[in-house]
C-alpha cells in the first residue's frame, strides 16, 4: 500500500483494471467477443456449455456469451437481455442455446438462439442486429418489433406470433409466412408437413411474459440524456440507471451516476460474485439491480469530498472488436484503507476450475446494508452536495417514450435526437477519428478519457440534443503508481485532475503509464480523508 499526502493540490488516484482479454477467435468479417445478460432469475436456472455445468445455479448479471446454454429447473424462469432492448425468454423445464452472439465489421449484432425444450418467448426488435431462431429442421427469421413464443416440449411444435411476422424455413421451396396472431404447427421429424392457424392459444407462460414486458417497461419509462452521446444509447442497461439513480454533471469529469438513497460509506463492490468464464477469466457479477453497465465499462471514483462513489461511463457498447464490454470496469480513486475484491488470477486446479466452489467465488462486505429502490416504488429523494464550491443537483428526466418494454420505441426517437450513424472500420477510433487503433486482445480502457464525450466513440458533429449539457472538458492528471486487478501492467490514461486552472479541449494525446502492484496487496490508496470501508 502506498500513502501520499492528501493535502497536496494533486489528484491522487489509483488505477484498477481488468487483465488482458484471451485471446480470442476470429471469422471473417466477424468477433465472438460479445456478452450479453441474464437480467432476471427466478428459481432454479444453470448456465452451461458444451463441456457441462459452468454455473449451477445462475444469477442476475451474469454473462452469457457464444456456446453457452440455459435450463431452467420445475420453479425456474430466466429473462436474458440483449444490447438494443429485445430479451428471450424461458419458463420452467425449458432450454435455449445461444448458438451465435458475434458482432460484425460495422458493428452490427448477429444473434441466433436455438430453443432445445419447453416453452419459451423472444421479442425482437433488431436495432443494430439481426436474430434468429432455429430448432430441428426448421429456421426462424424475424421482422422488426416481433413477438413469439415457441414450444417445444413434444413433436410437433408450435410457434405462435403475437405481433410482427416471422420467415420459416421448411422443406418447401419458398417457406411459410406466419403473421401476428397466426400459430404454425410444425413437424420435426418432416419439414415439409406444417399447418398454419389463424389463432393463437392461451399457453402457460403468457401471463409471466406480460408481467416481465410491464417491469421492462416501468424501468424504461422515464430517462434521462446522459447516454446520448455513448455508443449504445439504446440499451436497457441505460434504463436502469436512469432508474435506480442519478446523474450529475461533474466539473472536469463529465456526467457522473450514482445509485439513489445511499449514503456515507456505501461500497459499490459489497455484494457480488467473481464468475469464471473461459474466454474472459474472473468476471466480476454485481448484486446490484442496476449492476450490468457500471461494472463492465466505464470507470468507478472516490471524491474525498461530495459524492463519494460515483461511475463515470466510457467506451460502453461501441466498437467492432468486443471494446464495449470488459470482465471488469476501472477504478480511478478509492477511500482511505479501502481494498478493491481481489479478481482471483487463475483457478487453483488447472487452466480451468473442476470445483464448482471455484467457478463462482462470492464477495459478500456488506450484505443487506444498503437497500435499492423496489420497481414500482417511489424513487428515494436524490442527493444534492457541494463540488468545487458548486452545488450540484442531478439531471432530471426528460424523456418519457410513447411506448415502452421490449419493445418500446428506440431512446433516439423517443428523445428528439439525431445522431449520425456509427460506422466502424474493424478499429476503435481515437477522439476525432485519428489516434492509435485497438488490436484484438488489447486492454481494454486504453486511451480512453472520462466523460460522454470519448475517444472510445467518434464525437457527434451534430449539436447536442435537447436537455443535454455537454459534458466539461478537462485536462490531465499526473500519474501515479497504481495497483490493477490480476497484477498486469500497462498503458492507461489518468483520471481529470481536481486541481483548478485552464481545462483543455481535448483527451490527452497519450496515456501515462502504470506499473502494476502485487495482486496480493489489494488495491488500497490514501483518500485523503475518505471514509474507510472494510
Given at each position: 500500500m502506498r500513502h501520499l499526502d492528501g493535502s497536496k493540490s494533486r489528484f491522487i488516484f489509483h488505477l484498477l483494471l481488468a487483465s488482458v482479454l484471451a485471446p480470442v477467435t476470429f471469422a471473417q468479417g466477424t468477433n465472438n467477443v460479445r456478452a450479453v445478460r441474464i437480467s432476471h432469475v427466478e428459481g432454479t436456472?444453470?448456465?452451461?456449455?458444451?463441456?457441462?455445468?459452468?454455473?449451477?445455479?445462475?444469477?442476475?448479471?451474469?454473462?452469457?456469451?457464444?456456446?453457452?446454454?440455459?435450463?431452467?429447473?420445475?420453479?425456474?424462469?430466466?429473462?436474458?437481455?440483449?444490447?438494443?432492448?429485445?430479451?428471450?425468454?424461458?419458463?420452467?423445464?425449458?432450454?435455449?442455446?445461444?448458438?451465435?452472439?458475434?458482432?460484425?465489421?460495422?458493428?452490427?449484432?448477429?444473434?441466433?438462439?436455438?430453443?432445445?425444450?419447453?416453452?419459451?418467448?423472444?421479442?425482437?426488435?433488431?436495432?443494430?442486429g439481426t436474430y434468429g431462431v432455429q430448432f430441428g429442421p426448421y429456421k426462424v427469421a424475424t421482422t422488426k418489433d416481433t413477438i413469439f413464443r415457441v414450444n417445444i416440449s413434444q413433436n410437433?411444435?408450435?410457434?405462435?406470433?403475437?405481433?410482427?411476422?416471422?420467415?420459416?424455413?421448411?422443406?418447401?421451396?419458398?417457406?411459410?409466412e406466419v403473421a401476428k396472431n397466426q400459430t404454425v404447427t410444425l413437424d420435426t421429424t418432416d419439414a415439409s408437413r406444417h399447418e398454419v392457424a389463424q389463432s393463437v392459444a392461451p399457453d402457460t407462460g403468457d401471463l409471466w411474459n406480460a408481467d416481465r414486458d410491464k417491469t421492462v417497461g416501468q424501468i424504461g419509462a422515464r430517462a434521462t440524456m446522459a447516454r446520448s452521446l455513448t455508443g449504445s444509447p439504446n440499451d436497457p442497461a441505460w434504463n436502469d440507471l436512469d432508474y435506480y439513480g442519478n446523474w450529475y454533471s461533474m466539473p472536469g469529469y463529465g456526467m457522473g451516476w450514482m445509485p439513489a438513497g445511499v449514503g456515507a460509506g456505501w461500497d459499490p463492490f459489497a455484494s457480488g460474485y467473481w464468475g469464471y468464464y473461459p474466454s474472459y477469466g474472473y468476471t466480476w457479477i454485481s448484486n446490484n439491480p442496476w449492476g450490468w453497465m457500471p461494472y463492465h465499462c466505464g470507470a468507478w471514483n472516490y471524491f474525498n469530498s461530495g459524492p463519494g462513489w460515483m461511475w463515470f461511463p466510457g467506451n460502453c457498447g461501441y466498437g467492432a472488436y468486443g471494446n464495449g464490454w470488459y470482465p471488469t470496469a476501472a477504478v480511478w480513486n478509492v477511500p482511505r484503507k479501502y481494498t478493491c475484491p481481489k479478481r482471483?488470477?487463475?483457478?487453483?486446479?488447472?487452466?480451468?476450475?473442476?470445483?464448482?466452489?471455484?467457478?463462482?467465488?462470492?464477495?459478500?462486505?456488506?450484505?443487506?446494508?444498503?437497500?435499492?429502490?423496489?420497481?414500482?416504488?417511489?424513487?428515494?429523494?436524490?442527493?444534492?452536495?457541494?463540488?468545487?464550491g458548486k452545488t450540484l443537483q442531478p439531471i432530471e428526466t426528460s424523456v418519457q417514450p410513447r411506448t415502452t418494454g421490449p419493445l418500446g420505441e428506440s431512446f433516439r426517437i423517443a428523445s428528439g435526437s439525431a445522431m449520425p450513424p456509427i460506422t466502424h472500420s474493424g478499429a476503435m477510433p481515437a477522439q476525432g477519428g485519428h489516434g492509435p487503433s485497438l488490436s484484438p486482445g488489447a486492454l481494454p480502457m486504453a486511451n480512453q478519457p472520462r466523460s460522454t464525450l470519448t475517444s472510445g466513440m467518434p464525437r457527434s458533429t451534430l449539436a447536442a440534443p435537447p436537455h443535454f449539457s455537454a459534458p466539461p472538458s478537462y485536462h490531465t492528471a499526473p500519474s501515479s503508481s497504481g495497483a490493477m486487478m490480476g497484477g498486469s501492467s500497462a498503458h492507461y490514461s489518468s483520471a481529470p485532475s481536481m486541481s483548478s486552472g485552464a481545462r483543455s479541449s481535448s483527451a490527452p494525446s497519450s496515456a501515462p503509464s502504470f506499473s502494476g502492484a502485487s495482486a496480493s496487496s489489494g488495491a488500497a490508496a490514501s483518500g485523503g480523508g475518505g471514509a474507510h470501508v472494510h
Open positions: 436456472v444453470q448456465l452451461l456449455d458444451d463441456k457441462g455445468v459452468v454455473f449451477d445455479q445462475a444469477h442476475v448479471n451474469m454473462p452469457v456469451t457464444q456456446g453457452m446454454h440455459i435450463k431452467t429447473g420445475d420453479d425456474g424462469r430466466v429473462e436474458i437481455q440483449f444490447e438494443d432492448g429485445s430479451v428471450a425468454r424461458a419458463t420452467p423445464n425449458s432450454a435455449i442455446n445461444f448458438t451465435q452472439l458475434q458482432r460484425a465489421s460495422d458493428g452490427n449484432t448477429i444473434t441466433r438462439l436455438q430453443p432445445v425444450t419447453g416453452l419459451t418467448y423472444y421479442e425482437f426488435n433488431n436495432r443494430g410437433p411444435v408450435k410457434l405462435a406470433v403475437m405481433r410482427g411476422s416471422v420467415h420459416v424455413e421448411t422443406g418447401d421451396e419458398n417457406g411459410v482471483p488470477g487463475s483457478p487453483v486446479r488447472g487452466p480451468e476450475p473442476r470445483l464448482p466452489n471455484e467457478r463462482l467465488i462470492p464477495v459478500n462486505r456488506d450484505p443487506g446494508k444498503f437497500q435499492y429502490r423496489t420497481v414500482g416504488g417511489e424513487k428515494p429523494v436524490a442527493t444534492h452536495f457541494k463540488f468545487e
